[in-house]
């Protein structure tokens, strides 16, 4: 069964400095995707990046990057220049075989608080 | 990207009563799910929405208690049936909107509180 680790409960961070929200995932499927996204305290589910297991490279979004590493199977999203509009709840999640597999599981989730 | 819509936004209900969701998505999208997400918890998969046919449900979700539809490409409704307070949560619809494609998309969520 796959599984989603997301071990930091809370995270702070000074305003436009940088910050790593860690993500560790375990599946034995050579192809998957993995994914994060924002929940602001409105509840929407905002997609921010995404990283096949086959992307040659990490992907990035505007301040968005993904720390894709595949041997230690952990996928950390790096927001750089933090803004005071980047405290939310960050989830990673991954989607594990081809597109046919709906299966998206996700992580407990990092409260991100941006100080200013 | 697919704009989807969920109604009610929010509702409070009696112990016992149902109450049914609906997920209007603005294009023709080839899944849809629906997501469960307690208080301070993960999301959960309650189910997939299959066109013209039965909800496929994760372990733990029964067609019983939450009866899904899903008559077309673009709508679905899911149903919390016989509500307890432990069914207060907010409730996702999501979908991918293309087979090929790798997006999964989120609605705005409905916050159910049983009372």
């Known amino acids: 069964a796959q599984k989603i680790t997301q071990t930091q409960p809370g995270m702070f961070v000074q305003e436009k400095e940088a910050v790593t929200l860690d993500c560790t995932y375990d599946?034995?499927?050579?192809?998957?995707?993995l994914f994060w996204y924002k929940q602001p305290s409105s509840g929407e589910m905002i997609f921010l990046i995404y990283?096949?297991?086959?992307?040659?490279q990490n992907a990035t979004e505007g301040r968005y990057s993904l720390n894709f590493q595949k041997a230690r199977k952990s996928a950390n999203l790096v927001i750089s220049a933090s803004q005071l509009g980047d405290s939310a709840m960050y989830f990673c999640?991954?989607?594990?075989?081809?597109?046919?597999?709906?299966?998206?599981?996700f992580g407990a989730g990092t409260r991100l608080t941006v100080k200013p | 990207s697919a704009v989807i819509s969920q109604k009610p936004s929010r509702d409070i209900c009696q112990r016992g009563t149902s109450l049914t969701i609906q997920c209007q998505v603005d294009?023709?999208?080839?899944?849809m799910f629906w997501y469960r997400q307690q208080p301070g918890q993960s999301l959960t998969l309650i189910a997939t929405a299959n066109q013209g046919s039965e909800a496929t449900y994760e372990s733990g979700f029964v067609i019983d208690k939450f009866p899904i539809s899903r008559p077309n490409l673009t709508f679905s409704t899911l149903t919390v049936s016989n509500m307890s307070p432990e069914d207060s949560s907010i409730y996702l619809c999501s979908v991918i909107p293309n087979r090929w494609g790798h997006e999964q998309y989120f609605g705005p969520g409905t916050r159910l509180t049983v009372t």
């Open positions: 599946t034995s499927d050579p192809s998957y995707g």
């Open positions: 990283q096949g297991s086959y992307d040659q």
């Open positions: 294009s023709q999208v080839t899944m």
């Open positions: 999640a991954m989607r594990e075989g081809g597109n046919d597999n709906n299966d998206m599981r």
